[in-house]
């Protein structure tokens, strides 16, 4: 099981950051409790090597952004399986899709459930329509536990940098 833990950023202004980028807000159940939110980067890698640093290599991830995630260990399983957590934000590695580069998380344990009953994250790069790179669409779904926590839109921006972040390592000379 693999696992990213990530570290504590102050609260920015997300709406202003993400004006660049898509996001959406939407509930499929309660307004109030459930809700998803969405982002696409552009990046310069190409979706084979995005999925890739997620599906069988998410201990890179903490090379490629140290100052976001502090690193990523494998408790249990084999790398680039459906088997994954970790030890401050325990991720459960639920599908992998090689064919469409997509990956899905589920939080089990760790400082977000303190205020989501669920947590899921799925990560999916795709071509870009014109010319090189990848399009990378970060989709949070999750049901918080009360009316008075917000939707985690910080996180967006979060996977906004994360992106940003291991294009610029995928494009360095190994």
């Not at 570290?7 to 997300?14: I, N, S």
């Not at 999916?124 to 839109?153: C, F, N």
């Amino acid at each position: 099981m693999a696992s990213l833990a990530r570290t504590g950023k102050p609260e920015v202004d997300v709406a202003k950051k993400l004006q660049h980028v898509h996001h959406t807000i939407t509930s499929t159940k309660s307004p109030a409790l459930t809700g998803k939110l969405e982002v696409d980067v552009e990046i310069k890698a190409s979706p084979e090597q995005f999925h890739d640093m997620f599906a069988n290599k998410p201990h890179h991830v903490h090379r490629a952004c140290s100052d976001k995630v502090q690193g990523c260990d494998l408790q249990e399983g084999e790398w680039g399986k459906v088997d994954g957590k970790s030890k401050k934000a325990k991720e459960v590695i639920e599908a992998v899709d090689p064919g469409k580069k997509l990956i899905t998380f589920r939080e089990i344990d760790g400082d977000i459930l303190e205020e989501y009953k669920s947590f899921v994250m799925t990560i999916q790069a795709s071509p870009k329509s014109e010319g090189s790179g990848s399009v990378v669409r970060w989709t949070m779904e999750y049901e918080k536990l009360h009316q008075g926590i917000d939707h985690p839109k910080t996180l967006l921006q979060l996977a906004v940098d994360i992106s940003k972040d291991i294009d610029a390592y995928l494009a360095k000379p190994n």
